[in-house]
T-cell receptor, first 116, second 114 residues
Framework: AQSVAQPEDQVNVAEGNPLTVKCTYSVSGNPYLFWYVQYPNRGLQFLLKYITGDNLVKGSYGFEAEFNKSQTSFHLKKPSALVSDSALYFCAVRDIPGRHDYKLSFGAGTTVTVRA | DGGITQSPKYLFRKEGQNVTLSCEQNLNHDAMYWYRQDPGQGLRLIYYSQIVNDFQKGDIAEGYSVSREKKESFPLTVTSAQKNPTAFYLC?????????????FGPGTRLLVL
């Protein structure tokens, strides 16, 4: 099975500063990687995904993520954070690509707090 | 959350009681999933279904049951055998046509034990 790790439980940044949320993965084939965001007591919202091609993926709400194969990382970034970006962020990887169940394995999540 | 509805938003279960969580989608997706979310543990897969009348156990299926009689609906029953049911339950769906497909999530149901 594949796995992802989010090494930071919490990230705190000031509004207007760059935001980075880290994710590393472990897969045995081509990685399919996803980022989701969750606001309190809500479902997960899809931000972006990496399938193949350009290593810099752009997504919703000004977020982007950089795929780095040599470092097996897929860090989420935003150049200028907003207070409204405060939420719980999940990285996920397709579990066993090619097997037709399309399961996702999720990281434990990173809580982002953006202070005004 | 658009396209996937879950009800109720909050659900209370008494000791020994079975309860059913509803999940409906109008996205015409073939695949549907149930996840359980506990603080600090991310999401864990309970059951999934790739097509009507077929479903498979996920990583933590014990104490749960599902059915998939209609494409749009994938209800989850938390049985009395599930000894620690307090959690946030999330339903998701996808087109189910490849590894690149995105899963979309409903708003969730929070289950509490009385």
């Amino acid at each position: 099975a594949q796995s992802v790790a989010q090494p930071e439980d919490q990230v705190n940044v000031a509004e207007g500063n760059p935001l980075t949320v880290k994710c590393t993965y472990s897969v045995s084939g081509n990685p399919y990687l996803f980022w989701y965001v969750q606001y309190p007591n809500r479902g997960l919202q899809f931000l972006l995904k990496y399938i193949t091609g350009d290593n810099l993926v752009k997504g919703s709400y000004g977020f982007e993520a950089e795929f780095n194969k040599s470092q097996t990382s897929f860090h989420l970034k935003k150049p200028s954070a907003l207070v409204s970006d405060s939420a719980l962020y999940f990285c996920a990887v397709r579990d066993i690509p090619g097997r037709h169940d399309y399961k996702l394995s999720f990281g434990a999540g990173t809580t982002v707090t953006v202070r005004a | 959350d658009g396209g996937i509805t879950q009800s109720p938003k909050y659900l209370f279960r008494k000791e020994g009681q079975n309860v059913t969580l509803s999940c409906e989608q109008n996205l015409n997706h073939d695949a549907m999933y149930w996840y359980r979310q506990d603080p600090g543990q991310g999401l864990r897969l309970i059951y999934y279904s790739q097509i009507v009348n077929d479903f498979q156990k996920g990583d933590i299926a014990e104490g749960y049951s599902v059915s998939r009689e209609k494409k749009e609906s994938f209800p989850l029953t938390v049985t009395s055998a599930q000894k620690n049911p307090t959690a946030f339950y999330l339903c998701a769906s996808s087109r189910g046509q490849g590894d690149q497909e995105t899963q979309y999530f409903g708003p969730g149901t929070r289950l509490l034990v009385l």
